[in-house]
């Protein structure tokens, strides 16, 4: 019930809507580490599949027609938490590096979306910022789907192939075509990311929060992200 996987998911949605971005950060990830490593250690195998399935189907599902971005990350991590904890009973190394990448992707995003001050869909179509923040944004949200040639599809595609060598062909096909479901409402999202010349109005909160001292900072992050990933499975292969 803790990290919000189903079927005790329902609470999770409703908090999310209601606290603060970088709030949000803790609760989609760290708050996950404990709950996670206990049902590995004392819960049948039969009971984490059947979670499994249940967050990504819900995830995925319960995410359409949603306006309010804080509910779309919610449904986002609900589904992410069966990868992830499909990842924690196929192997440590592989749920380590999906835990750093997952962690990474919404860091960023939580910030940026707390910097432009972004609560609802409707609040990107009019955002006025910089191309590179942007495309930055698109980039960890194609990420974040597992789109390749993306960082965040190499935990994904790591998971697939070990699903293939362990013959799970049901869990990876559930797997998969909750992941083409999420895609739907991440391109929601990113549409307008596309279109870099959106309609030109300013928000008051630009020259607060946001300026080049922070667009270098979620830069350096991403590239932190990616030498993280290179290194974790570079020690995968030696391993």
């Known amino acids: 019930m803790k990290m919000g996987a189903a079927p005790f998911?329902?609470?999770?949605?409703?908090?999310?809507?209601?606290i603060s971005w970088m709030n949000n950060y803790l609760l989609m990830t760290w708050q996950k580490i404990i709950p996670m490593t206990l049902i590995y250690y004392f819960m049948s195998k039969i009971m984490i599949y059947s979670s499994i399935v249940l967050s990504v189907i819900m995830g995925s599902i319960m995410a359409f027609?949603?306006?309010?971005?804080?509910m779309i990350m919610a449904f986002s991590s609900i589904n992410h938490m069966g990868w992830l904890m499909t990842t924690l009973t196929l192997n440590m190394i592989i749920w380590i590096i999906y835990l750093l990448n997952?962690?990474?992707?919404?860091?960023?995003?939580?910030k940026m979306f707390n910097m432009m001050n972004l609560k609802?869909?409707?609040?990107?179509?009019?955002?006025?910022?910089?191309?590179?923040?942007?495309?930055?944004?698109l980039i960890n949200f194609?990420?974040?789907?597992?789109?390749?040639?993306?960082?965040?599809?190499?935990?994904?595609?790591?998971?697939?192939?070990?699903?293939?060598?362990?013959?799970?062909?049901?869990?990876?096909?559930?797997?998969?075509?909750?992941?083409?479901?999420?895609?739907?409402?991440?391109?929601?999202?990113m549409i307008p990311t596309l279109i870099l010349s959106s309609t030109q109005?300013?928000?008051t909160l630009y020259n607060n929060k946001f300026n080049n001292f922070n667009l270098i900072n979620l830069i350096f992050?991403?590239?932190m992200n990616l030498l993280i990933m290179m290194f974790l499975t570079l020690i995968y292969h030696l391993i």
């Open 9 to 18: 998911y329902f609470w999770f949605p409703k908090v999310m809507k209601e």
């Open 65 to 70: 027609n949603q306006t309010n971005l804080k």
């Open 102 to 110: 997952y962690f990474m992707l919404n860091f960023i995003i939580c």
């Open 120 to 137: 609802y869909l409707m609040n990107i179509f009019i955002m006025n910022y910089p191309p590179l923040l942007k495309i930055m944004l």
């Open 142 to 189: 194609f990420s974040l789907g597992g789109i390749p040639p993306f960082l965040g599809f190499l935990p994904k595609w790591m998971t697939i192939m070990t699903l293939m060598y362990t013959k799970s062909y049901l869990i990876m096909i559930i797997l998969i075509t909750t992941t083409l479901i999420n895609l739907f409402f991440y391109l929601r999202l």
């Open 201 to 203: 109005i300013k928000f």
């Open 221 to 223: 992050l991403s590239f």
